[in-house]
Each structure stands twice: as C-alpha cells, then as structure tokens.
C-alpha cells in the first residue's frame, strides 16, 4: 500500500505525527509511507527510519505551480491519505489524490474531503494522541506516544565540538534556555528567565546555554541585559538537527512553549515548559514526571480574547512557581 500523508506548517506539530508514522509502519510494514510538509518542518523527518519520501509544499506557490503540485500527487496513485493537518488547502489535497482511502479530521466545512471523517475527541489529550485517532478507521489503536526525531553522526559532533568549544565539562550542570517564540502569547517575560537563570547559577552553579532559531537572537539578547551572572558564550545558530543533538547533552531544559522543547521531549532530556495561551495538557506527554510545565488560568484560557488583553495567563506564572518546579527536576535528577 501507497500512502500519503499530511501535516504541514509547523515543526512541533510535525513532530506530533511521529507517533502515528511509527504505528503506520509497524501495521503495514511492507507500506510506502510518504510525508508531504513545509520547510523547515521537513528537516525533523530528515533520519526518519519509516518514511519513503519527504515532499515539499511551498506556500508561495503560483497557481500554475499549484496545479501541477496537484497533479503531481495525483499521478502518485495513493491508496490511502491521511491528513493529519485539516485545513482546506490540506482537505483539497486529500481529496484531488483520489485515492480510494481519505482520512481526516470531521471539521466543518471539510469533511466532504475525506472517506471516513474522524471526530475528535472532546477530552483535553496530548496532541501526538489527537492525531493518532486518525489511525482507528485503520483498526490501529495507539497507546505509545513517545516522538521519534533523530540526530546523525555529523549532528552529534557537532555538539561535542561546540560543549569543548564553550568550554563546558562532562561535569558541568549544563541548562539549556530558550526564551523565544514568534507568538506574543507564548512569550514568558525576559526578566523572569533572567532571574530565574542568576538563581540557577547561584545555587547549583549551572551553566547556561542559550538556545534559538534565525532571527531570534533578540529573545537572548533581552534576557542576558537582565542577568547578574554570566552565561555561556554566543554561537552560530544551529540548524534543527544540532539543536537535537546540543539538547541530547545538556541536564535539563527550560524555556518557553516552542520547538527546541518539543526536541528535548523527543530525545528524553527533564524539560520545564512556561504556557501561555495553549494548554499544557496538549503539548506534554501524559502520565510522567520528566516534562513539567506552568500556566495559569486568568479565566479565558477556554475563550481567549488574544490580542485583546494583557496577557495575564503569561504574566501569572511567577519565578517563584518555576523554582518550586526546577527543584522538583533537579532532586530527581541527583
């Protein structure tokens, strides 16, 4: 069997797909598993052991090239689709391929696209076992949600240059901090960061690795004025794969709700997560103690009015919380 499947934009929700394509392979593991993204999300299933094939959808497309990317999947002859993303350009996808098997999520408005129309479940869960719901029409019922992002040789080297670059030992407590995030709502403030690192330094003498993507150095920036103790030096942003390996090294992860926590999730690194707007339940792996997070319910988390607030559920996350929670890791830990 021939299948295609969908999940495009963002890197943590490609990573949510995981999951499923690990229990696609193992259900049919004679299957042509292939995954159809946007850049960069593509470079998380780059050393994916279970797919065939990674294509590209570029969101700038001409109409012209838009209809030959249609046709394109089309000619592939597909037996089975799942689009695990749902939006209409997704659900128009799904439903050109013609193949015989369309699954997909029963939104409103676009579940004319797909064969068998899935209804979510109305139970807050994590979002890796949300999609896997999308397997049932399959007869597979999912129960390990663990992600599967996979570093190669050249990566994890690069990690080790960079650890003797910095100077960092084997017995340095080495704290990774990322404080970024292109949301406004999933933006801590950097003062907090700022003081919950000094407090990180002085008493358990961690070293602080700041973490983020291209165009994001301002994030840093902000949080090391507000410091009193030094942090690690600066480094070329890393691409998405030595963030992986840099995050398989360090004792533990703290930061904002983005993609370098999603792969310290995947490589099994104690994260401390700060939510904003999103719920936490969604985007932390259920029944464990390694992956901690903070929010706060201001009482509009169910029926956010973002932009049109100030941000309390940001703003009421206190240090204090955070270093009650980081104790919690760090004793763990020892």
Known sequence: MKFLLIQLRRIGDVLM???SIRLLQESFPEAQLVFLTEAPADQVLRENPYLAEILILNR????????????????????????????????????????????????????????HPVTMSAEMTYAAQDKAQLLKPLGISASDFSLDYLTNSQEEQ????????LGILETDFVVSLSPVSRQPYKVWPAERFAELADWLVEKYKARI??????????????????????????YQVPTLGETLAILKKVNLHLGNDNGPRHFAVACGTPTLTVFGRPWAANWTPPQQT????????????????????????LQGVTVEAAQTELQKIINNLS
């Open 209 to 234: 690795l700041f973490l983020s993507g291209p165009g994001e150095e301002h994030f840093i920036e902000s949080v090391r004025q507000s410091m009193h103790q030094q942090s690690l030096a600066d």
């Open 158 to 165: 690069y990690a080790v240059e960079l650890f003797e670059k």
């Open 60 to 115: 700038q497309q001409t109409i012209r090239e838009s209809v030959d990317f249609f046709r394109m999947i089309r000619q592939q002859q597909f037996e089975v689709v799942i689009d695990f993303f749902g939006n209409p350009r997704s659900a128009l996808l799904s439903r050109f391929s013609g193949a015989p098997i369309r699954i997909g999520f029963d939104f409103r408005g676009r579940n004319w696209a797909y064969t």
């Open 17 to 19: 797909t995981t999951p």
């Open 290 to 313: 390694l992956h901690r997070t903070l929010e706060f319910d201001p009482g509009c988390k169910n029926k956010c009015f973002y932009p049109k607030c100030e941000l309390e559920c």
